[in-house]
């Protein structure tokens, strides 16, 4: 029997790797770590153990992580660089003292420019505990329901100068968590990325998904809202490059822009 524990099951990452790997084990097996112990309840209520653990505390860690076996680690949330860090050190090396023996971390692509992210790596790496880094992107999900919200006025705006952008659905990077936590893979470092689209392959996708004209209009960044600070990148091509880990890892074609879309618009 294998014991695997969650973090960051009340977002939305964690949540969508802990419902995948409920379909792969036993609710018995599975134990999820909370912050704050009101959380506890409506993971209890689906016959789940409940540890509470805070990653800014070692103490509450060492507990939390007595008798598991495989650690789904999400990154921290925390936007302070120095405080994220040394989050992720506490985190990995309380596994590793409590004897875990296999930590899944939900990195990101572009990790080695995240303070974060490496900090985390490098923890993995100096810890000697074998381990499986998903560098994550973007996800689908969020630039979707923009372009849905702004598709009521007919237009989807962005600052993308026609570029590509290869996202990927946080459910399909929720199942690669359990299955790596599951499977162990030998390949230590999956660059997760989906099928790339363009601003244009947006608006034509809500068009038919709707029923209604949509078109795409190029503004300035500081007329796109929140992805403001994304669009220089985009313009760059950082968030361009494709790769076949999503696909490999999942076993199957990863949801596209239409797949979100339409799950979205139900």
């Known amino acids: 029997m294998t014991v695997f524990l969650i973090t960051g099951a009340t977002g939305n990452l964690g949540g969508a790797a802990l419902r995948s790997i409920l379909d792969r084990t036993s609710s018995a097996d599975v134990r999820v770590l909370v912050r704050n112990p009101s959380d506890a309840a409506r993971f209890v209520s689906q016959g789940l153990t409940v540890r509470v653990g805070d990653y800014s505390n070692r103490a509450s860690l060492a507990d939390a992580f007595v008798g598991v076996d495989t650690v789904v680690f999400v990154s921290s949330s925390v936007l302070d660089p120095v405080i994220r860090a040394a989050q992720h050190r506490a985190v990995v090396e309380s596994a590793a003292f409590a004897g875990v023996t296999f930590v899944v971390y939900t990195s990101g692509m572009g990790a080695e420019h995240d303070p974060g992210h490496s900090a985390a790596e490098q923890a993995l790496a100096d810890s000697g ?9 973007l996800y689908t999900e969020p630039f979707v329901a923009k372009s849905i919200a702004d598709a009521r006025d007919g237009v989807i705006k962005s600052a993308s ?25 030998r390949t230590p470092l999956w660059e997760l990325r989906g099928p790339a689209w363009t601003y244009e392959d ?53 949801m596209s822009i239409a797949d979100v879309a339409a799950r979205l618009l139900r």
């Open 161 to 185: 100068d026609g570029q590509m952008i290869a996202t990927a659905a946080i459910s399909d990077l929720g199942e690669c968590a359990a299955k790596a936590a599951v499977d162990r893979p």
């Open 202 to 254: 947006m608006a034509k996708t809500v068009s038919a998904l709707t029923g209604t004209p949509v078109a795409h209009e190029e503004v300035a960044d500081t007329d796109t809202g929140p992805f403001a600070v994304l669009f220089p990148l985009v313009r760059r091509g950082v968030f361009a490059a494709e790769t076949d880990h999503l696909a490999t890892l999942l076993g199957r074609t990863p």
């Open 129 to 137: 505990v074998p381990h499986t880094i998903l560098r994550n992107a």
